[in-house]
């Protein structure tokens, strides 16, 4: 049983999952619980992006990045005993990337696409999720040595694995990343 759930963001696929409540407490931004009034959480607490937190032991800086024009989305920086890494399932961009990555380790991102068009304009903004090698090019620019993807797409999940495997790797070394893929009962030695 978790101890603590921390969400991103409010879309679906990241929140149904508290919609008969959670056994613990639940942190998100006031724009994400604001989403979520009639979710019968009990036990809500609060994220501040840019205010970092103790949860469970854990430090925790929630961070904006931008993914929906609807939705407000936080990634988050995350202190671990071999350095701090960045979590963002759903991003478009960071706000401030060489404040966000500076210093990180391992970034683990958004694996909805490749090269594929995941992305909307909206207000001349735009949204969606950013293909891998934009991410491995951000790892890249702010010296983040290792990148795990996980809320992987169609590209991804419905093709060949080895060769998604092998594409990831091939754009990891253009960029000097160590790059994998994420798995269901991955563990991190953090």
């Known amino acids: 049983m978790p101890q603590a759930i921390v969400l991103t963001h409010a879309h679906p696929d990241h929140a149904d999952g508290l919609s ?7 942190y998100a931004t006031a724009e994400t619980w604001e989403a979520l009034a009639d979710y019968p959480v009990a036990n809500r607490e609060l994220l501040h992006p840019g205010r970092p937190i103790l949860i469970q032991g854990v430090w925790l800086a929630p961070r904006p990045v931008r993914h929906s024009p609807r939705v407000s989305t936080i990634g988050l920086r995350i ?3 071999k350095g701090d890494f960045f979590y963002a399932p759903d991003l478009i961009g960071i706000p401030g ?7 990180v380790s391992l970034y683990i991102g958004d694996g909805s696409s490749f090269t594929g068009a995941l992305t909307r304009e909206e207000n001349g903004q735009r ?7 934009d991410q491995l090019r ?8 290792e990148a ?3 809320h992987c797409g169609e590209e991804i999940v419905a093709g060949d694995e080895a060769q998604a495997i092998s594409e990831l790797e091939t754009w990891g070394r253009k960029f000097g990343v160590r790059a994998r893929l994420a798995f269901h009962g991955l563990e991190l030695d953090w």
């Open 138 to 145: 951000w790892c890249a620019e702010q010296g983040v040595a």
């Open 148 to 150: 795990i993807f996980t």
């Open 79 to 81: 202190r671990g005993d």
């Open 20 to 26: 008969e409540g959670a056994p613990c407490p639940v």
């Open 97 to 103: 990337p060489r404040r966000a990555l500076q210093g």
């Open 127 to 133: 949204y969606g999720h950013a293909p891998i090698p």
